[in-house]
């Protein structure tokens, strides 16, 4: 059995479309592991009557808060996209509090042998600086034509959003700068799986 302070926190990140769920379900099935996704996280964080719900509702107005007493996310869309500076102030506030409920679950996932890996997976955790908090930051990468021919499949979008979400989220050169390890997703997902197993050969293989 594996020691605790051998617990590897990763980082995964990529630009849409590239396959980072799949990659994910795949580490969850056959690697000790705990993995949490920032937008869930964020999620949580914004329930009613958490410390980030009441500041968010303070900054935004009671309006923001729907008829289940929760915070309307179209509502909160619509304020933060109609004022850049809000956005800023919104994620002034619940980007700290994402970070503060990972590093709580990273803290009890180090008290506990059977947690070998504990991922962090974001497509903006570069830009969220999680760079230096991780031991490792995985990248994964395919090829923007592949991306964009998944996404018009599973997800219906335009050409035109495509290539609008592509051009907001940083570039393959800026990716690859910030990572320790990359995948290459753009082919079969058996060859991104061959991958994984080579990079955590040291770590228990679980059927």
């Known amino acids: 059995m594996r020691q605790s302070k051998e617990l590897l926190f990763i980082g995964i990140t990529g630009g849409i479309g590239a396959g980072k769920s799949e990659i994910l379900q795949y580490i969850r099935k056959h690697y000790k592991c705990e993995i949490y996704l920032a937008d869930e996280v964020a999620h949580l964080v914004k329930k009613a009557h958490t410390p980030?719900?009441?500041?968010?509702?303070?900054?935004?107005?009671?309006?923001?808060?729907?008829?289940?007493?929760?915070?309307d996310k179209t509502v909160m869309a619509t304020k933060i996209?109609?004022?850049?500076q809000v956005l800023e102030k919104v994620n002034e506030i619940v980007h700290p509090a994402v970070r503060e409920y990972l590093m709580d679950k990273l803290e009890a996932a180090q008290g506990n042998p059977d947690i070998e890996l504990f991922f962090v997976e974001a497509a903006l955790l570069i830009e969220a600086g999680y760079g230096p908090l991780v031991d490792e930051m995985w990248?994964?990468?395919?090829?923007?034509?592949?991306?964009?021919?998944?996404?018009?499949?599973?997800?219906?979008?335009?050409?035109?959003?495509?290539?609008?979400?592509?051009?907001?989220?940083?570039?393959e050169d800026e990716?690859?700068?910030?990572?320790?390890?990359?995948?290459?997703n753009s082919g079969a997902l058996m060859e991104s799986y061959q991958q994984i197993d080579k990079k955590l050969e040291a770590f228990t293989w679980q059927e």
């Open 175 to 184: 990716f690859r700068k910030e990572a320790d390890f990359v995948i290459d």
């Open 139 to 171: 990248y994964i990468y395919a090829d923007e034509q592949v991306r964009a021919e998944r996404l018009r499949r599973s997800r219906g979008y335009s050409d035109e959003k495509i290539a609008q979400i592509m051009k907001s989220q940083l570039s």
């Open 52 to 71: 980030c719900f009441l500041r968010l509702v303070e900054l935004l107005g009671n309006d923001v808060v729907g008829a289940d007493g929760e915070i």
């Open 81 to 84: 996209f109609a004022d850049e």
